[in-house]
């Protein structure tokens, strides 16, 4: 069920656009507020700023959502495809005036035509777990150019455990949230939020070096990783 995908479009579209209901394992249910995903450059925190300014080349801008990296991205002159599993985002997107919208699932779409591949708002969250990050990074390996370059942001949630949430079982990274709109919910899922000493563990792992290379005060850091 495209729960996300019919918020955007309830937004865009102004079609009495409600609130969108974030559930977690760890607490109360989070409003996510809409008009995030619609954000211009003016709007976007540094740390978002600073990767669309390090992107080169043909980008791959994964969990596009709405379509504003993209956009801003367009108006720079870059040549740039967007990337989203929702049919309903990538409505929105077109509506928008994305260019090239491409509504597939990442792990099915092979293309190795890619200069940088980007995924912002913890896009990199759509791996689930640490082997689904391993799974992704040799992916990737597929898409992207010689010398090319991975770029996302995440952070570490280590705090969460100060307020008493636990998580023997798993990295603690590995957070379930389930999507609420209009009645409508998602089933659950796994977001992966990756501290950066265990990132760089796991890329070196797999031939790829990681640099940091942005860090804002909410402990968020925008990573680029390369093939060594």
Known sequence: MDVLGKALKD?????????LWIRNEYGAPEEMPLDTYFRDKEEMPELELCALGTCVGHILDVGAGAGSHALELQTRGAVVDALDISAGACTVMRRRGVRSVLNTNIFDFKSPHYDTLLLLMNGIGLCGDLNGLK???????????????????????????KDGFKRPDAYYGEIAYQYEYKGLKTDWFKWLYIDFNTLCSLANEDGWLAQQIYKDEFDQYLCKLTLK
């Open 11 to 19: 937004f865009h579209f102004n079609e009495l656009p409600s609130k």
């Open 135 to 161: 799974r992704f990074l040799k992916h990737a390996k597929l898409l992207l150019k010689p010398g090319g370059k991975l770029l996302f942001d995440s952070s570490d949630v280590d705090y969460l455990y």
